[in-house]
């Protein structure tokens, strides 16, 4: 179980972190050619949420990865999940049904994360 929370682990940083990339630093308008929710939220909260998902990457796999404050591996993927829940709604609201599947993916993928970090496979 532990390596396929590895795995998880890998896919969910490298998803997270190449949208936190672009989120973090690309214009917005060719945020808003590629996503189109970004035309109805704010550059600073855009940026927030492209920051907040690196941190998360990253904490997804360093501390583990270096055996230091392990925890912080659930505590990052609590706050992916976190970050999903807004996202699903934005999508809601904006009737984007293919996108808060995605979302919903991502959350329970962290969930398990979280579950298994913080519970029986702890580091």
Known sequence: MNVFLWILQGVLAALFLMAG???ATQPREKLIAQL???????TPVVRLIGVAEL???????????FD?????????????????????GLHARRKEPK????NA??????????????GPYAF
């Open 21 to 23: 990339v672009t989120k």
């Open 36 to 42: 189109p929710w970004v035309s109805d939220v704010s």
């Open 55 to 65: 941190a998360g990457a990253l904490g997804l796999i360093l501390p583990g990865a």
């Open 68 to 88: 230091i404050a392990t925890a912080l591996t659930a505590l990052a993927a609590t706050g992916l999940a976190v970050i999903m829940i807004p996202a699903m």
């Open 99 to 102: 996108a808060i599947g995605f």
């Open 105 to 118: 993916i991502l959350l329970i993928v962290a969930a398990v994360i979280m579950w298994g970090r913080f």
